[in-house]
């Protein structure tokens, strides 16, 4: 302690202040403990609202007395089409979202607001109006599946090429939109940079705006993945509902909730469970929030 010290406080040690109470609650402890009950009130009621069906789901499913939703003969066929269909979707995504988001977020031209607004038309767009879409434009009488199937012999509706398509409609508005925030978020000076060192085009969006752009590509690809697992209304408008074919999970919880509500609910465990597993397991890792 210093003399002018000393010499304020008479020579005793200073005493830590106490914090007053009702004051602001320390750094890291506390927090939650002076929320308004007008916003205490109405986040608990949602978080119920957001839990309880699942939380029936969990309670009503017959644990006991497996029904014939549990089988195989069922349950891995259409779980393996979902899976497999929703990665095909995810990559697809990838393939034509990543540009059209660079796209929105970099160049300026005359109707840029006008194709945002049509890039996210799918996210409010009822799903089986989409489905009907898809059929006008890709289907065998439509304005491009009319001459896929002409000249080269391609039919998209009812196929699993059709439940992949489907899902690309739906989902990858999610991806373009993520990319496109983090694109905007991001530091355009490091590309110049690239550019004034003598990168192409081509070379700085590859080695720069990529990376830099690499957990808003993570998290719209989660996104669109989990968007595509669980699409229903476009992918039977489109693509119908075909046992090992077209059948993916929500189309098979659909048809078994007709004739066996036990299996329905066996179903829709199992897609939960997967949902819950997947976006767990990634949103540490790939999300960049806490896990």
């Known amino acids: 302690m210093s003399r002018a010290d000393r010499h304020r406080t008479g020579g005793a040690a200073p005493v830590a202040r106490r914090p007053r109470r009702g ?3 320390a750094p890291g402890g506390g927090r939650g403990r002076n929320v308004p009950p007008v ?5 608990l009621v949602g978080l119920a609202f957001l839990i309880l069906p699942l939380g029936a789901l969990l309670v009503r499913t017959p644990w006991a007395e497996p029904a014939g939703g549990w089988s195989g003969e069922v349950v891995w066929p259409a779980l393996r089409l979902s899976l497999v269909c929703a990665t095909c979707a995810t990559a697809l995504s990838l393939l034509l979202g990543v540009p059209l988001a660079w796209l929105l977020a970099r160049t300026d031209f ?9 890039v996210t038309l799918p996210l409010v767009l009822p799903p089986v109006v989409g489905g009907v879409a ?3 434009a890709f289907g065998r009488n439509g304005i491009v599946g009319e001459r896929l199937d002409a000249w080269f012999g391609i039919t998209l509706p009812f196929t699993t090429a059709g439940v992949v398509l489907a899902e690309t409609f739906v989902a990858m508005p999610f991806l373009v939109i993520s990319v496109e925030g983090a694109l905007r978020a991001g530091d355009h000076r490091y590309e110049e940079a690239a550019a004034t060192l003598g990168a192409s085009r081509l070379t700085a969006f590859r080695r720069v705006t990529l990376p830099l752009a690499a957990p808003g590509i993570a998290a719209g690809a989660v996104l669109a993945w989990a968007r595509a697992l669980g699409e229903f209304g476009a992918t039977i408008t489109f693509a119908g509902n075909f046992p090992g074919r077209t059948q993916t999970m929500p189309l098979a919880v659909y048809l078994a909730l007709q004739r066996d509500p036990a299996a329905a609910m066996a179903l829709s465990l199992v897609l939960l469970a997967v949902s819950v597993a997947v976006l767990a397991g990634l949103r540490g890792r790939w999300m960049g929030t806490p896990s």
């Open 23 to 25: 004051g602001p609650t």
């Open 39 to 43: 916003l205490l009130i109405p986040a």
């Open 110 to 118: 005359p109707g840029r607001r006008l194709l945002r607004s049509l």
């Open 134 to 136: 898809l059929l006008l």
